[in-house]
């Protein structure tokens, strides 16, 4: 097994005598993505975003960016390869996001994604991991594209076999499968597979096509934006009159100050958890986090439905 850190090769880096043979292969590089990845993506990728887990140098960050997603981040484990992702991002001025983090525990952190990329990376986890994972990605992302090789089963590892795949995601809607491209006349033949699977609980829609019940917040976060603290905002002095029979003058600065810190957190990684709707579009978690997106320039954002 090659070094992580030459796994995917990229130019201005010294090529090995295997990167040589990866050159135009179908299965290598952009060819991984061309053949494996790109396929998948149907909705156009504008305001969307998109999540490589071991993106190793970057390639595939590269390329969605350059197809149009708003956002792309990477995340990758591995030293050598971080430093060389970070180094290649800085030649090219690639406009995407890369952390040196575990794949196995990233998803806390990580913002709401509208496709998730595990290409070729899944199968290196203990498989508790593995379905810990799972449990959360369904919340995390809308799309999951999963790059898989012919490899020998593990016990204690996730299982790369396309059938055990499925069964992993039988709680997703099972979007589509790209078996086996022919070996055949390929500088350097690779058994893959592609799938890809969609949440059943997540959604993206447009945000004024939800209803957040009232509109007192509305010009709090322009306010902000303008350098106004949080306690000289038309918002403060609202709520501290409507709470002012319920709430202690400590309790409404750290619900302000919350609110006000919540929103530089998201101005700068975006949300984490899902906007929860009613079946009729009325927002029972988030009216907060909604206002902040569309105070940002945002036209639509992943929901999740409460029964």
Known sequence: MKK????????????????????????WNEGKWENYVKPFIKEDPKDKT??????NAGIFLREAKDMGFERVIGVEADGGAYRKAIKYRKMIL????????RMETCLKWLPM??????????????????????????YKTRYAIIVSAKKGERRSKASADPEHIKEYFKDWEFVGEIPEIPLKDDPF?????????????????????LDNGNHQQDDFYKELDE???????????????YRKNQWSAHKLDTYMKGKAKLYKDIKKNGIREPIILLPNKRIVDGNHRSRMLKNLGYKTVITRHAP
């Open 4 to 27: 992580f850190s030459n796994y995917q090769y990229v130019e201005g880096f010294p090529m090995t005598e295997r990167d040589k043979k990866e050159v135009g292969s179908k299965f």
């Open 50 to 55: 998109l999540v490589d887990i071991g993106c």
């Open 94 to 101: 690639g406009d995407y996001e890369i952390y040196k983090k």
């Open 113 to 138: 994604a509208d496709y998730t990329v595990l290409a070729n990376a899944h199968y290196y986890m203990l498989i508790k991991w593995w379905l810990d994972y799972l449990d959360k990605l369904r």
């Open 189 to 209: 033949p690779r058994r893959l597979y592609g799938l890809c699977f969609k949440s059943k609980d997540l959604h993206r829609e447009r945000l004024e096509d």
């Open 227 to 241: 350098g106004k603290k949080y306690n000289k905002t038309n918002y403060y002095k609202r709520m501290k009159s």
